[in-house]
């Protein structure tokens, strides 16, 4: 492998913390099913829980409901302190179970609040671009969540 594991497992939590940032609930979502195929090793640990058996799909639901809710003209701006605390809690959550796969939770946690702190303020300042560009907010949405998905899954698949 041309990365060490360490480094890449510690890229991955911060890619995770993007994706919160851009997504509160696709990070938690995405490790969730991580966890409960094997992927990560979080059996004993205090996220055991994102291992559960219906984790994965309580976590998905969340992520969908979210999906449609970040479509409606009242949900209020992803950089109010209860929507950004929101982003930095699950990114530091799905960081830190990144970070257990390479035996650093706290470094993974601390890069999964970075990732989500770059995702909320950079993912808001290239939607609000590509909205003005568009002219109209849908269609700089549907980009933003098809970006979430992707890094979401790329994540997955790289443990």
Request: no cysteine.
């Amino acid at each position: 492998m041309l990365v060490p594991p360490l480094v890449h497992g510690l890229v991955l939590a911060l890619v995770i913390g993007i994706v919160a940032g851009l997504r509160a609930m696709m990070a938690p979502a995405a490790v969730a099913w991580a966890a409960s195929r094997g992927g990560l090793p979080l059996q004993g640990t205090w996220l055991a829980f994102l291992g559960w058996r219906f984790a994965p799909w309580i976590f998905t639901l969340l992520a969908a409901v979210e999906l449609v809710t970040d479509q409606l003209p009242s949900t209020p701006s992803r950089k109010v302190p209860q929507q950004f605390a929101a982003r930095i809690a699950t990114g530091g959550l799905s960081g830190a179970a990144i970070g257990y796969g390479v035996a650093a939770p706290l470094l993974g946690l601390l890069l999964g609040v970075v990732g989500a702190v770059i995702g909320t303020y950079g993912g808001a300042a290239v939607r609000a671009r590509m909205a003005a560009a568009f002219g109209n907010d849908r269609p700089a949405a549907l980009v933003e969540d098809a970006v979430a998905i992707l890094g979401a899954v790329l994540v997955v698949s790289s443990l």
